[in-house]
């Protein structure tokens, strides 16, 4: 007469080993829920900065006739302006370092390439469009009001304290600030402020958690850390 087969039943250690290992996954994985606005957040910054690149790739603003150009180059530009952490992405035309609606009926600030309606600015300013069209900005590039979390720039061992991250035609990445107002940042030359070491941007949320991407110098490489 053949047994019958036994299914094993589970001891009362292996129990309290299963519940231990559940709740260690637990641990681990909530606090990563959890954080979902600042890796979004970070994922949709690393490719702006790396759109930003391509624009000036694309878009060489060397001009024989004008002895300033390079300050017309493209740029990622963030800013703390109506108390919160936006960004945008221009080419500073007027060189005045800021995001202007229309200079000669061309607009600084790049058209967002997923929605030609709106353009690449998260906060409203005088300087673009007089505080008046801001169905027309993408306010997912307001991180502090959409994502809850601030931005620090640093690093570059260029000289400046700008947070504002600039191209050139080869993709090379500079650190400095196209506003004449701002002696201390500003570009006097064009290959002037070229990032020699690392840039990194810091984004924080409200707990204190942390992500920073790093700019490469010389190519310009753009990833998270």
């Known amino acids: 007469m053949k047994k019958q087969s036994q299914t094993p039943a589970f001891t009362m250690l292996e129990l309290v080993f299963v519940i231990v290992v559940i709740g260690i996954i637990s641990a681990v994985a909530f606090p990563r829920i959890g954080n979902n606005n600042l890796r979004t957040a970070a994922d949709q910054l690393v490719s ?27 740029q990622i530009r963030f800013s703390t302006a109506a108390g919160t952490h936006s960004y945008s992405i221009m080419s500073d035309i007027t060189k005045d370092g800021n995001p202007n609606a229309s200079v000669g009926g061309i607009i600084e600030v790049a058209v967002d390439p997923l929605d030609q309606s709106k353009f690449l600015i998260g906060t409203e300013t005088t300087a673009f469009f007089n505080n008046t069209s801001k169905e027309k900005m993408n306010m997912n590039l307001d991180l502090g009001d959409t994502y ?21 035609e080869m993709g090379r990445p500079y ?26 941007v810091t984004l924080t949320d409200s707990t204190g958690n942390n992500i920073q991407i790093a700019i490469e110098p010389e190519t310009g490489y753009t990833h998270i850390l």
């Open 175 to 200: 650190r400095g600030s196209t506003n004449a107002g701002v002696p201390a940042s500003v570009i006097s030359g064009p290959a002037d402020r070229l990032a020699t070491s690392r840039i990194t």
């Open 148 to 168: 809850g979390v601030s931005v620090v720039v640093a690093g570059g061992t260029t000289g400046s304290t700008a947070s504002r991250i600039i191209f050139d």
């Open 48 to 74: 702006h900065i790396r759109y930003t690149q391509h624009l000036a790739m694309q878009d060489d603003r060397f001009d024989p006739g004008d002895n300033s150009w390079y300050l017309k180059r493209w």
